[in-house]
């Protein structure tokens, strides 16, 4: 099962698309300098897989990325959050 999953996965992720208007949003914030982080649940795998078509995008866009594997604690913990916070320099006694 788990090897059909990893071939099926591999093939079906880096199809996936920005959901609408997010190209437009996440240029915005660059645009205007808004720092920015992400905070996935999936492994960074899987993420890297999802992300293939704006990796670019991403790159740019994120300074950091913060995948499932992480962290210990899975979502809705909020270690995810934090530590993307504690990521940014002026955010460490937020």
Known sequence: FLD???VYLKDLLP???LMPGAKKLLEHLHQHKVPCALATSS?????K???TK???LFNKVFSHM???DDVTNG???PEIFL???DLFPDTQDA
């Open 4 to 6: 059909k999953r990893a």
């Open 15 to 17: 199809q996936a698309e």
């Open 43 to 47: 492994n960074r795998v899987h993420f």
């Open 49 to 51: 897989l999802k992300i």
């Open 54 to 56: 704006v990796v670019d």
């Open 66 to 68: 913060i995948c499932g």
């Open 75 to 77: 979502k809705p913990h």
């Open 83 to 85: 530590k993307a916070l």
